[in-house]
């Protein structure tokens, strides 16, 4: 443990002096969200010290897990984060301070039963304000204030004021504290929206140096590069993270890390780098635990990412056979339970097995109706938007274009409408592109460009989008935007497989001999 390097953090206490660098290393191994080293580290303070109450403050946090988890907290959770608070109270703290962030963290815990959990973490933002204002010299309050407000951010706000707030606190103490892990960290998360994501990457090219031994901070720079496309960076990114969560048995991390890793693969053409990692998903399955406390990633990432590597590795390629092909695996998590359905129902429409198609679109639905009953609204949300996209689908091959259309449309604006949450490096196929799509199958390639061109906006670099622009400009007529994208396609894919997709095969022939 003390040969780890996981960044420099300094926060006052007024527990035993003895007990001071167990207590800051724990409060590093929390700011990378390496939620069990941290409480290992926070009860080994109390150990020692049993008079420290704030090490259990450490304790309520760790126990409350990523911030950004849209998921509800469940009962055992919420118990277990409360009973910390409760004994941090119960042991008392000897100065004003470390009582205010005793008292916020509360906020995230108390009233569970009648305040959502939106509402909670909004409190904990407003007492968090409070402390940081009380003790303008202390960076911590601020830091975790700036947290809190990215945090709290709703995805339906497309002003981003929270972000942009915290990202401004953030980078005025990064200046002055460059070794902080959290600093860098949570600056990555405040700027993960593609409207500000280029923000983050000083940043991002800092914190897996800052400290490389925990393998969510080396994960975490992927955030960044796969909102500005920068895929080699993202895959070296996520080759260390997944070595390192295997070296330290954090399974969740380890799958989370690989969806973004097989994400970054598949954007440049290494397809057999990604199958390799879908063949390899049976080993790691054997040994993951979803109820374990690991590191950011929670289990239910982990599953997510179970679910979401097969489906993409057929959904990227097209390959509509292997995606009718996958098995609904039902677990605890609807929302990563959808993630087969969807691509299963995509594929089915596009092959002719329209009773298949039926079947999943109705099993999307009737995961929307349960997550919806359970309050679960974000994830309701995401669900509704990929039913919708699969039953336009299938409307356009029961030859109904008309409706097709009107639906599709539909669901690009719920999605234009929300954010990807951060468990996942985009939506399996962007409702825009899947738009794009469409209206080349329905003939209509300048409106289609539109929509490709639009899919870049927010997705720079993505293969399908990119190769979309490249096609649709080409039967609309327009050379020059063909001959660019094809151009930008080869270049993203300059490592990729040979001879590759026919995708790039394709562009290669456009483009004809280099120099031509």
Not at 226 to 253: F, H, K, M
Not at 382 to 396: D, H, K, N, P
Request: glycine letters at 6%; hydrophobic letters at 45%.
């Amino acid at each position: 443990m003390a040969d780890d390097r996981i960044g420099v953090v300094h926060f006052a206490t007024s527990c035993a002096p003895v007990v001071q660098p167990t207590f800051e290393r724990a409060l590093a191994w929390l700011h990378s969200f390496e939620f069990a080293a941290a409480i290992d580290g926070f009860n080994a303070t109390l150990a020692a010290d049993p008079t420290c109450g704030i090490a259990a403050w450490g304790l309520a946090l760790s126990h409350w897990g990523n911030p950004f988890t849209a998921s509800l907290r469940p009962a055992k959770q919420l118990e277990q984060g409360l009973a910390d608070v409760r004994r941090a109270q119960q042991i008392g703290a000897k100065t004003e301070r470390e009582r205010a962030y005793i008292d916020a963290a509360a906020a995230l815990y108390l009233h569970s039963d009648t305040a959502d959990q939106h509402t909670r973490q909004v409190a904990y933002e407003q007492a968090m304000n409070h402390v940081a204002a009380a003790y303008p010299d202390d960076r911590e309050a601020s830091i975790f204030y700036a947290l809190s407000l990215a945090a709290s951010a709703l995805p339906s706000d497309k002003t981003y004021a929270n972000q942009l707030k915290a990202g401004a606190i953030l980078e005025r103490i990064f200046v002055e504290e460059p070794d902080h892990p959290g600093v860098a960290h949570y600056i990555i998360h405040s700027y993960d929206v593609p409207a500000l994501a280029d923000r983050a990457l000083v940043a991002a090219r800092r914190y897996g140096s800052i400290a490389p031994s925990a393998p969510h901070a080396l994960h975490m720079p992927s955030h960044t590069f796969t909102r500005v496309g920068a895929w080699q960076e993202s895959i070296d990114a996520n080759l260390a993270s997944v070595a390192a969560a295997r070296r330290d048995g954090s399974t969740a991390e380890e799958l989370h890390a690989t969806d973004y890793l097989t994400y970054a693969y598949l954007q440049i053409g290494q397809d057999a780098a990604a199958q390799r990692v879908v063949q390899g998903l049976p080993e790691i399955a054997a040994r993951f635990d979803p109820s374990a406390v690991g590191s950011a990633a929670p289990g239910l990432a982990g599953v997510f990412a179970m679910a979401a590597i097969p489906a993409r590795w057929a959904l990227e390629r097209r390959d509509w056979a292997a995606a009718a092909a996958l098995v609904p695996r039902p677990s605890s998590f609807l929302f990563a339970d959808a993630l087969t359905l969807f691509a299963r129902a995509l594929g089915a429409a596009q092959t002719g097995s329209l009773g298949e198609a039926h079947e999943s679109v109705d099993a999307l639905q009737s995961l929307h109706d349960r997550l919806a009953a359970a309050n679960e609204a974000y994830w309701a949300e995401q669900v509704a938007i990929e039913r919708e996209g699969s039953a336009a689908f299938l409307e356009l091959a029961e030859g109904r274009p008309a409706d097709a259309l009107r639906r599709m449309r539909a669901a690009t604006v719920r999605e234009d409408a929300t954010e990807k949450n951060a468990i996942t490096p985009g939506p399996l196929a962007p409702t825009r592109e899947l738009l794009g799509e469409m209206l080349l199958e329905l003939k209509d390639p300048a409106a289609a460009l539109t929509e490709f061109q639009a899919t870049l906006q927010k997705e720079p670099n993505r293969f399908r989008a990119v190769y979309g622009v490249a096609r649709a400009a080409r039967l609309a007529g327009d050379a020059a935007t063909a001959r660019t994208a094809f151009t930008q396609l080869l270049t993203i894919c300059s490592r990729a497989d040979q001879p590759g997709r026919p995708e790039l095969v394709e562009a290669r022939q456009y483009l004809g001999p280099p120099g031509r």
